[in-house]
């Protein structure tokens, strides 16, 4: 298994919808998990770190399944301005004090 | 404010030139971070600084070379370019070297490098 893996997507979806993504990672002694969000030839921004209980912010919900090694992220009632990648960011597994960020999955909300 | 600021924004170099990427952070992190976004958007971490200590340096050629002269600033320089050096380079800070929950990395908007 990967480090970090990601559908790339694109997810096309119409405003409205509930659009969920989800991510695998490699590291089972992993605690920490993030979603960035990547907007097109912009910096990743943090949207939401992924507590082991879940967590929700608003339409943002994510979730963390231990025993599947999987992270995932519910968008709900979408939002042209949610269009952007979506990056799942897992702790290296290599020993060293740092993040993995997979390639991204795409997000596209039309109207 | 700019939280992490690096300039250029825009390089287009020929081959075999020595180039540098400044980066400044006003947040009071204590590491800061160079990563290297791909044409296929992979975001790969180069080198990690914590308080002007080198504490991450991943297999990147020796021809990059990160200098960091106060834990407020990390620049990157790089020697003989190549065309594969084509990239867009990101720096970051975070408030410390660790991968806690509550650790958020802090981007600069990008230095897209063109090697022709």
């Known amino acids: 298994r990967k480090e970090v893996e990601q559908d790339p997507g694109p997810f096309n979806v119409p405003e409205g919808a509930t659009v969920a993504f989800n991510c695998t990672y490699s590291n089972s002694a992993s605690q920490s998990f993030f979603w960035y969000r990547q907007d097109c030839r912009k910096e990743p921004k943090l949207l939401m770190s992924?507590?082991?209980s879940g967590n929700e912010d608003g339409r943002f919900t994510a979730q963390l399944n231990r025993a599947s090694q999987y992270i995932s992220l519910l968008i709900r009632d979408s939002k042209l301005s949610d269009s952007a990648t979506y990056l799942c960011?897992?702790?290296?597994?290599?020993?060293?004090?740092?993040?993995?960020f997979g390639s991204g999955t795409r997000l596209q909300v039309q109207p | 404010d700019t939280a992490v600021s690096q300039t250029p924004k825009y390089l287009v170099t020929q081959m075999g030139n020595d180039k540098s990427i400044k980066c400044e952070q006003n947040?009071?992190?204590?590491?800061m971070y160079w990563y290297k976004q791909d044409s296929k958007k992979f975001l790969k971490i180069m080198f990690s600084?914590?308080?002007?200590?080198?504490?991450i340096n991943e297999t990147v050629p020796n021809r990059f070379s990160p200098k960091s002269p106060d834990k407020a600033h990390l620049n990157l320089h790089i020697n003989s370019l190549e065309l594969g050096d084509s990239a867009v380079y990101f720096c970051?800070?975070?408030?410390?070297?660790?991968?806690?929950?509550?650790?958020?990395?802090?981007f600069g908007e990008g230095s897209w490098l063109t090697v022709v």
């Open positions: 960011v897992v702790p290296s597994d290599t020993g060293r004090r740092a993040l993995t």
């Open positions: 992924v507590y082991s």
């Open positions: 947040l009071g992190h204590d590491t």
């Open positions: 970051a800070s975070s408030q410390e070297g660790n991968t806690g929950k509550r650790n958020t990395i802090y």
């Open positions: 600084y914590n308080n002007k200590e080198l504490i």
